[in-house]
Structures are given as C-alpha cells and as structure tokens.
C-alpha cells in the first residue's frame, strides 16, 4: 500500500449505527486531519493530530469521535448520525516541517445516512 | 460573506482550449495559495503552490496571484480531457499552516 488509504470506500448506516472510519497513511508523516466533504460545499476541516495529539477541533459534533493510535493511524468513530451527515470524508496526511506542509488526501469515504 | 469565493461550475470547454479557474478571497492576512485537482472517486491532489502574489508556471498550468484585489487564478492551456477533473483552491495566512481554507471546487470538463 501507498500514499493514504482509507476503508470502507462506501458506508450506509442508520441514524442509530454505531460505526467507524478507518485511515491509514504510509508516508511517515507526523500529521493526519479528517475533512468533511458535502457537494456544493467548501472542504470543511473536522480534526488536525499531531504527533497522536489532537491539535484542532473545528467545533464538530460529539457524534463524531475522532481516535488516533499513533502517527500512522487516525479513525472517526460514528454514532446517532443525522441525514446531513451524509457526505465524502476525507483523511489527509502531512509532515510538519514549519514550512509549507503539503497535504496527502486519501480517496475518501463516501457515508450515507438514512 | 464566505472567506474563500469559487463558481462551481460547471465549465465545460472543448479539448485545445485555453482554461481560466479563478478565486475571489475576504481575509487579506492570506499569503499562500494552492490549487488543488480532484478526479472523480479520488482525494484532492496539489497542483500548484505559491506564496504571495505574482506567477508560476509548471508546464501546460500557471497559477497567478493577485493580492491588490484579492484575486487568484489557474490557467491550463491546450487543455486535455485528462485535465476533466474538480479544481479546487486553497489558502493560508502563515508558513507551515495546517488550517487550510478552501473554496467550493469547480467542475471542469474537457470535451474530445
């Protein structure tokens, strides 16, 4: 495996699954995000780890549980999720050097929730 | 008022032709700028990266910065129906930053 990959591709689940997203990059970078992609919709941030930490925040949900193992590794775990949900989740990956940190997204995630 | 302005599309234009992909932006404290490709059923790739404004040029793209109006721009010249993709831009205010703002994407076709 290369770059950063992500599984499952497709997700459909019910407001009352409990599921998780699983990411993994193969890079060897030290920063991974989860970003939320909606149609028509700028790319919106959901979570930054750095080193395993969480750095970032932007204010999502606490029906999104974010886990992050190690540098390699980063999930979303999901619960009671609502129809606007629904969306492309994307995993990315960088390495923090200072200067311009280029961002490795995986293809993605696409959820449905009915 | 959204920090980052893109029309999504969708632009369609016929292979050969000459493709202008602009941004409109809010927040003037913003000093690096990226283009982002997004193939269908694929994550976004960098295409092109610059810091401040003026040019840059890498093959068939180049990517021109605007900071005066606030205004940023991808031009693909002789574009190919590989090029068909969703281009998105991107931006930051300060060097190493992991907080990207995008805008919505635009949907380019490139017609054989």
């Known amino acids: 495996e290369t770059g950063v990959t992500q599984t499952p591709r497709h997700l459909v689940m019910g407001m009352t699954n409990k599921k998780s997203l699983k990411c993994e990059q193969h890079?060897?970078?030290?920063?991974m995000y989860w970003y939320k992609q909606s149609a028509k919709k700028p790319l919106e941030l959901m979570f930054v780890?750095?080193?395993?930490?969480?750095?970032e925040n932007n204010s999502v949900p606490s029906r999104f549980s974010p886990e992050c193992p190690n540098s390699s590794h980063l999930f979303l775990h999901l619960h009671t999720l609502q129809p606007e949900d629904s969306a492309l989740y994307l995993c990315?990956?960088?390495?923090?050097?200072?200067?311009?940190?280029?961002?490795?997204f995986g293809p993605g995630t696409r959820l449905t929730v009915l | 008022q959204k920090e980052v302005e893109q029309d999504p599309g969708p632009l369609s234009v016929p292979e050969g032709a000459i493709v202008s992909l602009n941004c409109t932006y809010s927040?003037?404290?913003?000093?690096?700028f990226m283009w982002y490709r997004q193939y269908s059923r694929k994550g976004p790739e960098l295409l092109m990266y610059t810091y401040s404004s003026g040019n840059k040029e890498d093959g068939r793209f180049t990517a021109q910065v605007d900071k005066s109006s606030k205004y940023i721009s991808l031009f693909i010249r002789d574009s190919q129906p590989s090029d068909s993709a969703t281009y998105l831009c991107?931006?930051?205010?300060?060097?190493?930053?992991?907080?990207?703002?995008f805008g919505q994407g635009t949907r380019l076709t490139i017609n054989p």
């Open positions: 990315a990956s960088s390495q923090d050097r200072g200067a311009y940190n280029e961002q490795f």
């Open positions: 780890y750095n080193f395993k930490e969480q750095t």
């Open positions: 991107a931006m930051s205010g300060y060097q190493g930053a992991q907080k990207l703002v």
């Open positions: 890079l060897g970078h030290n920063a």
């Open positions: 927040n003037s404290a913003f000093q690096y």
